[in-house]
Structure formats: C-alpha cells, structure tokens
C-alpha cells in the first residue's frame, strides 16, 4: 500500500543583516506557491535564514530576533492568504492560514518551521553548533527533529539550516564546517549518553572511570546525530561554495542570463565546488540534489533604491512587482552559495517511495540582499522511522551506516560556554554603539566600583 505523502516547501535565504520587506518577499512567495500549477498550499513551509539580523542582535539573546521572524511569518501568511484568495474562494478566508510551530536560531543563523496543522507535528528537538570565529556562531548550524503525521501514519524529519565559511580561498573550511556539522549538531547531550551506557555497562562504577565507547554507546551516538537511521535529513542554507578558489582577475568571464550566449550560465556548474566536493566526499556526504536550473545566487549587485522607498519590513510605499536590476560583483565569482540537499529514502527498501521534487527554483532579485532565495518542493514520503532503516546489505558509505564523522562528546557542553561569551558580547558591542550605552555603561562601572570601595572601607 503506497504511503501519503507530505508537501514540503523548504526556502533558504541569506538577509544580509537587513529587514526584509513584507509584501515584496510574500509576492515572490506567493508566485512559488503557485508554480507549475500547484493546486495546494504546502502542508509545511520551513524558513532556513542566514544572516537574519545584525551581530548585536542576534548574540543578545532570542527575545532581540523576534521582529525578524515577525516579518518572515508575515510574509508566509500574506503568501498563504493570496493563494488561498485566489484558489479557494469556497473556503473561509484566514489571515494566517500557517501556524508559526517553532522557531530556533545560533548567532545569526536561523530556522523556522510552520504548519497548516500545527496538530501533525509533534516531539520537536533543537540543537545547534557553533563554528565562526573562536567558535561563535557568526557561522553555525541550527536544527529541527520532530515527528509529522498524517493519515495514521507518522514520519520523521532532521531539518538543518546552516551558514558555511565564506570567500573564495576558504574551500577547505567549509568543509570542516561541515564536519562540525555532523560531530557537533547533536540533538541530545553526547556527554550524557556515554555515561549513562558507561554505567549500563559497569553497573553503575564507571563515574570515575575515563568515558568509554562501547558498541551500543555508538548506535546511540548515532541516533542524535542529523543522519540518524529512519529520519529524513533536509539541509538548506548559504553553504557559500564558489567557482574558483581564488578571486576573478580583472578579466574574467561571467555567467550572463542570456541562453543564446557561449556564456549562458549552465555551462559554469561544471565548476562548482561543492558538486565536485561532495563527489570526493569531503561534504554533504550521501546528499542528493535536484538538477539545478536557476542561475548563480551570489553576490548581487542591485541598482540605486528610487527616493523614498521603505524596505525596512513594514512597506509603505513598495511596488511588490517592481523587477530589481541587477548584475553580478566583479570582485567576487558568482556562485550557487545557496542550496537545498536531502537524504533520499535508502536503497534497496523494497516498495519505499523515492522523495519526489516538485520545484527546486530561486526567487528574484529583492533589494535588502545580495543573494537570492532559493527553495525546494518536495513531496516526502511518509514512512515509519523502522520503515525508513536501511536494509541489510547497505554499504558501509552510507551515513546512516557509519558517519563520516564521529560526535564530539563534548559538544553540549562547549556550545553551552560559548553561547555565554556570545552573550557578553553581544550586549558590549550594542553598548559601544550608542553614547547612550557608553554612558550607562560607566554609569554602571563607577556604582560598582563605589560599591566594592565601600565594602572594603568598612
């Protein structure tokens, strides 16, 4: 009996620290609900953003990223309603046909995931990892693991957004952001686990004991892991891989939009580096990618903004169907930095249902960034996690087999110290930027420093 299926819509975008601007991006989100005849909404739309607010704000804590989710959820739902304006006049009209059903960010690196049933979600984990300067995460990865269900069935998914290293040069440490990735995007605590089957296996006298990998201890490991056996894996994000690992020379040819062109832009993919990385497996490794047939997403440059336009989130004033010219930088390589990868149901399953692309397609140019969006819709299959297992036989280079690789035992527990020196900074910083702040700031200072004189007076 072939199982439902669930209509997935998984957008990336890279916000370049800026407001983005309501109507214009939920015009360009409407315009993908409704490519190639979709007679639906999708059942689950995920955001995966990067750069979504300024350093200050997104190191200072959750409560300072809220009005840049606000915007993006209005922009789904202004989305939604048109669609549904427009295709189901029989139905009652909603203002927010989608549910905001969890949101998650590390640094400026943020995932949000909503519902036309919040009802069909259930059991969400979050994890995140870190792995930007000294380990902040100005880069990082934040993830989502939870159960959909659907016409008594159930299935699982890992949702990833992340942020790789950028500049042309860095090739190798992008892919050591992915192995930070698979080792540190853990949605339990590795330290716990491994004592816990440590004192499983010594009958509680293992505390003193160095912290020992036992066969079942990796299995378990394993399962916190984003390749875990029996889960759809979906990663999106601004993974920032390029044409070249050095910088265009001041005569370098660029991928134009013309089809007729020798330049036309499909003939540049054959130096792409993350295709040829993966194929090495150095990245993404077991990954699968719809053909790409959108042009190079990065780095946009758009034309002078007319007088007296608002792009600041609310859009008093926006023309949502104004084209934005643009072209590419000439002191960067364009590249396809942003992307959506998955893992596909594993071979060999006798009857199991393949995922099934609908669209895998960038959105236009918009003026707040100088990358486009990119999103894929996907029908997944819903399958049971035990039916989801793959096969005996399955080769050892699967990573629900054997990760490429292993956790980090003390990945909870490092990301915990960092976040607080994130925090720290963050609020420094914001103070720097204001005489107002540095005024509080020795404000503060000098009532502590009385208060300590006093103490020590008497």
Known sequence: MTPPSLDLFYLTFNAAKAFISVPVFG??????????????????????????????????????????????????????????????????????????????????????????????????????????????????????RFLFRKQGNETELTLVSTHLAAMEWNLERRNRN??????????????????EEQNAHTGGRGESQPLLIHPTTEKALHDISIYKPGSHLFVAGDLNYRLSKTSPPSDATFPVLDPDSEDHYPRFLARDQLTAEKAAGRTLHGLSEAPIHFPPTYKIVRDKRPPKKDISGIGQGVDENEEVKWSFAEHRW????????????????????????????????????DHRAVYLRAEVPVLSPSQLLPPEGTPDTDPRIT???????????????????????????????SKQGIMLFFTVLLVGLGAWWYGRSS
């Open 27 to 144: 015009k360009h989100i409407y315009d993908a609900f409704k490519q190639d005849g979709a007679a639906s909404l999708p059942e689950l739309v995920v955001l995966s953003l990067q750069e979504m607010a300024p350093f200050t704000d997104a190191f200072r804590g959750a409560y300072f990223l809220n009005p840049y989710f606000a915007c993006f959820e209005s922009a789904v739902n202004v989305a939604a309603a048109k669609f549904i304006s427009d295709e189901a006049r029989a139905h009652r009209h909603q203002d927010t046909p989608y549910t905001l059903v969890k949101t998650g960010n590390v640094g400026m690196t943020g995932i949000m995931l909503f519902a036309r049933d919040p009802t069909a979600v259930a059991k969400i984990r979050t994890a995140e990892v870190g792995f930007g300067a000294g380990e902040m995460a100005n880069k990082g990865a934040v993830g989502l």
């Open 178 to 195: 992915w192995a930070s990735v698979v080792s540190g995007l853990v949605f339990d605590d590795p330290k716990k686990i491994v004592k």
């Open 334 to 369: 364009p590249g396809w930095c942003d992307r959506v990868l998955y893992l596909d149901t594993p071979e060999g399953l006798r009857d199991a249902p393949k995922i099934d692309v609908l669209a895998y397609k960038c959105l236009p140019v918009v003026r707040s960034s």
């Open 403 to 433: 990760l490429p690789v292993g956790i980090e035992i003390e990945s909870w527990e490092h990301r915990a110290q960092v976040k607080k020196f994130e925090y720290l900074l963050g609020w420094s910083m914001k103070i720097s930027q």
